[in-house]
């Protein structure tokens, strides 16, 4: 019998109406009041609390405060994988490789292909002087116009000089499809990538950024300093997320491009320019990174 009285009780406090007002403390009128009790108030926290989460996931979910969580954007993953992705490719071409050596080697024992004949070839010796490899008067006087012409002409500079590529992976610095292609005899010093939706821009190598900022031609823009003396160039950016000074690795964020929208709502496409330099000498990114 008690226990089913306490029940009563506890049920009939959690139902019991509290009144809360407000009261002009000058004129004693009441002013603002509401009447609660324990449950409907309980209920009503939930619903907010509720109503909070959902609103903090929104702004998390669909802003870019969510590039700055930690782990969204987890580097280390992404470039042990694109090395892997390169070692296997490397494997399977070496593999191919194999493949046909074995198969010509079968065939030579099968007799299917002749073995190819050995020629022996006798030294020749060369002397400097002979007058068979003197260069002549017209063709010194071509060298030196040449020389003089081309020698403040960076288009004409070897593309293909020895850069140190050894331990070095580069990290695609945004999804996109290339519209015009590395050209110096336009002008053109890298490429040109067209962005239909939000992109996250990355940073291809590891370094120091050395310029981050507007340009009058260029927009937004960010300038990294890589090791070995490569130096690489982001343009047309819309948001920066880092600073000058500031250290980069491999594959993080460091800028956006969210493209605008017209008042039919239709998409406008931005043209994302990236350049890669190496000591003062412009390189064709699509040599070094998988488009």
């Known amino acids: 019998m008690t226990k089913r009285k306490n029940k009563h009780n506890f049920w009939k406090r959690l139902h019991f109406k509290y009144r809360l007002s407000v009261v002009n403390e000058n004129t004693l009128e009441e002013i ?3 009447k609660a009790s324990i449950f409907s108030g309980a209920i009503l926290i939930l619903i907010f609390a509720s109503f909070l989460v959902a609103i903090t996931s929104v702004l998390i979910i669909a802003t870019p405060i969510r590039y700055y969580l930690p782990g969204y954007l987890d580097v280390e993953v992404r470039e042990k994988a694109l090395r892997s992705a390169i070692k296997a490719d490397s494997l399977e071409q070496q593999l191919k490789f194999q493949e046909v050596y074995i198969n010509n080697i079968r065939d030579i024992f099968t007799g299917v292909r ?26 010194k006087e071509y060298t030196k116009r040449f020389e003089e012409e081309e020698k403040y002409n960076l288009s004409v500079l070897s593309q293909s000089s020895q850069t140190p590529m050894e ?8 999804s996109g499809l ?16 067209s962005i239909s939706k939000k992109e996250t821009v ?17 927009g937004n823009m960010i300038q990294i300093q890589h090791k070995n003396g490569f130096i690489s160039i982001y343009k047309n950016c819309t948001l920066l997320l880092k600073q000058m000074g500031d250290k980069v690795r491999t594959g993080e964020a460091i800028a956006i491009i969210d493209n605008k929208k017209e008042k039919d709502e239709k998409e406008i496409t931005t043209s994302f ?18 488009f």
């Open 167 to 174: 331990g070095i992976v580069f990290f695609k610095p945004v």
């Open 202 to 218: 990355s940073a291809t190598l590891e370094g120091s950024i050395i310029f981050a900022g507007y340009d009058l031609h260029s």
């Open 273 to 290: 320019e990236f350049e890669l330099w190496y000591k003062g000498v412009a390189q064709n990114p699509e040599n070094y990174i998988s």
């Open 32 to 34: 603002w009041k509401i």
């Open 114 to 139: 002749s073995i190819d004949s050995v020629k022996q070839i006798d030294t020749v010796s060369v002397s400097e002087n002979d007058p068979l490899l003197q260069k002549s008067e017209l063709e």
């Open 178 to 193: 290339i519209t015009d292609k590395f050209n110096p005899d336009t002008g053109s010093y890298g490429v040109r990538m």
